[in-house]
């Protein structure tokens, strides 16, 4: 996907061009590119009048952006202890078969990104995954695939 200088400048100008709002700004980038192109950090680098580096250095602090195409699905499965006790490791391995893929990585065609966290704070739904941010509890390997399936019907149904 290309990056737009339109589409960039239309979201730096959003936020005013104000210095304290380039996480704000960055969020937004990701949110239309699925992830923050160099080109477009050296746009807003440009914008804002902040050195490359700056921009650069908030981009790769944060763990939530990220400078490698992601798919338009992320599917995250907590391994925290309650979780990983009730078996997230033989989901996420599933996933990971289902998928082709390991976390932190993405499948080819862009679909899916798969990611794991330490803990979601929802120990009592274990295994949980999260997937485009709504929550799965009770997770077992043997529901991954209807939960792929659902999802990828959506992707399909929005390519009309």
Known sequence: MKVSEAKVKSIVNKYHCRHDSLVAMLQDIQDEYRYLPGEAIKMVSDLVGLPLIQVYGVSTFFKAFSLEPRGKHTCTVCMGTACHIRGAPKVLDELSRKLGIQPKQTTKD?????????????????????????????????????????????SNGKKK
Do not use: S
């Not at 990611?115 to 274990?126: D, F, H, I, P, R």
């Not at 999260?130 to 019907?153: C, N, R, S």
């Open 110 to 154: 862009q679909e899916f990104t798969l990611e794991t966290v330490n803990c979601l704070g929802a120990c009592a739904l274990g295994p949980i995954v999260v997937m485009d941010k709504k929550y799965y509890g009770q997770m077992k390997p043997g529901k991954v695939a209807g939960l792929l399936a659902d999802y990828k019907k959506k």
